[in-house]
């Protein structure tokens, strides 16, 4: 079998590819999944009669995991948001837990995990919270892979970058405060 005719048959099994984006806030969440999905559009959040719930604000969104969402000219992807663990609320952990779980119960597909997205910036002040070290460090119900996703590196360069080293230093400086992290 062709790896063209693999793709097509995958493809036909696979009605949406369900991801959970966690991240912090204003980590570039909505950014990346713009670029995944080649749009510009802003996502939709619809309800039951198929309504877009998302309302455009200038406050911080309301994150609910169990609300799914997609852009209309690519709901392929099916995404769920996660808030961020910089709060500190051990019930969003619990939270985003239980709802990894239920995805890894499901018996359709369409309904299952399919990757895990966890957003990070890199910020040389602090660069995981514990509950975000929590996660990585409990077991998780299921198989989706988590896959870390590192966004707005060019706020890392600004914070570690120093005019009086040349390139070479800059970037062994930059690998050194890395590896602090």
Known sequence: MS???AASKLRDKYTYFR???IGRANAGKTTLLKWVCN???EPCIYDDQGKNLLKETVARGIHDINRPFSFASNPK???????GFETGDKAQLKIVQEFIKKC????KVDDQLHAIWFCFT???SRFLFDLERDFFNQERAGKAPVIAVFTKFDDFITQVFDLELDNDENRTAAEEKLAEL
């Open 39 to 41: 749009i510009t559009e």
């Open 19 to 21: 991801i959970l984006v």
């Open 122 to 124: 890199p910020d040389v």
């Open 77 to 83: 992807f099916i995404f769920h948001d996660s808030p």
């Open 104 to 107: 890894a119960n499901a018996t």
């Open 3 to 5: 790896d063209i005719a």
